[in-house]
């Protein structure tokens, strides 16, 4: 436990050194005015991916997180100035996030990258760049220390967008909180009518 907790932690330590405060304020200003938001990640940053969704959704924001490659190069194509999409890889080489980033740029949307390494192939068809500094252990495929280095990255994007309309903010989660707790208090066992003969076993 001590291991795995302290490469996380090295993990966020790290990656706030590494990350721009300057293409932070421009990822979060450009989320902010966005018309729509796509998020493309496949495999572990799929999950990140569909985290960051509910997160703007539940502020109101028009966001929708794509794992399958082929909705992911489909829905970019329908994207136009003024939208935002967001491609989510480690490594930066996944073939799929680097088209469909490709794909909303040459539509006309802005594009952002969450990536682990400065030269990969994701970062030359992204406008804003923000930059984790994750190093995995031998496991690779479990994604531990990048995962929560991108979970990180995007708690701060949605902070920053939900300060950005403070008012406004609280209200949708507390509109979107009241309605899930409706349905917690209605997800109680039915009680039988009054007078109702019981059920024979």
């Given at each position: 436990?001590?291991?795995?907790?302290?490469?996380?932690?090295?993990?966020?330590?790290?990656?706030?050194?590494?990350?721009?405060?300057?293409?932070?304020?421009?990822?979060?200003?450009?989320?902010?005015?966005?018309?729509?938001?796509?998020?493309?990640?496949?495999?572990?940053?799929?999950?990140?991916?569909?985290?960051?969704?509910?997160?703007?959704?539940?502020?109101?924001?028009?966001?929708?997180?794509?794992?399958?490659?082929?909705?992911?190069?489909?829905?970019?194509?329908?994207?136009?100035?003024?939208?935002?999409?967001?491609?989510?890889?480690?490594?930066?080489?996944?073939?799929?996030?680097?088209?469909?980033?490709?794909?909303?740029?040459?539509?006309?949307?802005?594009?952002?990258?969450?990536?682990?390494?400065f030269d990969a192939p994701v970062t030359a068809v992204s406008d804003i760049r923000l930059y984790t500094a994750a190093r995995e252990p031998a496991f690779r495929s479990g994604a531990i220390a990048s995962r929560v280095a991108q979970l990180s990255i995007i708690d701060v994007l949605f902070i920053g967008v939900?300060?950005?309309?403070?008012?406004?903010?609280?209200?949708?989660?507390?509109?979107?909180?009241?309605?899930?707790?409706?349905?917690?208090?209605?997800?109680?066992?039915?009680?039988?009518?009054?007078?109702?003969?019981?059920?024979?076993?």
């Amino acid at each position: 436990k001590q291991k795995v907790i302290a490469m996380n932690v090295t993990a966020l330590e790290e990656t706030l050194r590494t990350l721009s405060d300057q293409e932070l304020e421009r990822a979060i200003d450009a989320l902010f005015g966005a018309r729509v938001i796509h998020l493309y990640g496949v495999g572990a940053s799929g999950f990140v991916a569909l985290d960051a969704e509910h997160k703007f959704l539940r502020i109101n924001r028009r966001c929708h997180a794509f794992v399958d490659n082929h909705v992911q190069r489909a829905m970019a194509a329908l994207l136009g100035p003024g939208d935002v999409a967001v491609g989510i890889s480690h490594s930066g080489f996944t073939q799929d996030i680097v088209d469909a980033l490709r794909i909303a740029r040459e539509a006309g949307a802005t594009t952002v990258c969450i990536t682990n390494h400065f030269d990969a192939p994701v970062t030359a068809v992204s406008d804003i760049r923000l930059y984790t500094a994750a190093r995995e252990p031998a496991f690779r495929s479990g994604a531990i220390a990048s995962r929560v280095a991108q979970l990180s990255i995007i708690d701060v994007l949605f902070i920053g967008v939900a300060q950005r309309d403070y008012d406004r903010t609280l209200e949708c989660l507390e509109r979107t909180r009241l309605a899930v707790a409706q349905r917690q208090s209605s997800a109680a066992a039915p009680q039988p009518p009054a007078g109702a003969a019981p059920r024979r076993r």
